[in-house]
């Protein structure tokens, strides 16, 4: 069994800093793409940023230069750096994470569940 376990979100201040951190545990092979997703309030949920096993990563335009996205291999952890918070990056960000649990099945796809940034003065 697999979990994704998030922590980091809370509430901040217009311009303010957050660092989300999503770990995971459990039956796990290897562990490919991991990333973060967030979903407001009447919207779809929305990639934000997703790094490789080897590093690459992507990032939605409204998040460019502002976010970072790293990974720690040896600890099977996941890391969302927030600067320059604004009001719109205000929803519950989820961690996902492609997963191989065993060498004998195909990678699935593990969702977090979910921790809350509320960007507000």
């Known amino acids: 069994q697999v979990q994704l376990v998030e ?34 309030p009447g919207k779809q949920r929305a990639l934000v940023a997703r790094i490789t096993s080897g ?25 969302l750096q927030m600067n320059s918070l604004k009001s719109e990056d205000t929803a519950v960000y989820y961690c996902n994470a492609d997963i191989q649990p065993n060498k004998y099945v195909f990678q699935l796809g593990y969702w977090g ?8 003065s």
């Open 55 to 79: 590093g690459s990563t992507n990032y939605a335009d409204s998040v460019k230069g502002r976010f970072t996205i790293s990974r720690d291999n040896a600890k099977n952890t996941v890391y």
């Open 7 to 40: 922590s980091g979100g809370g509430l901040v201040q217009p311009g303010g800093s957050l660092r989300l951190s999503c770990a995971a545990s459990g039956s796990i092979f290897s562990i490919n793409a991991m990333g973060w997703y967030r979903q407001a």
């Open 113 to 120: 569940q979910g921790t809350q940034v509320t960007v507000s």
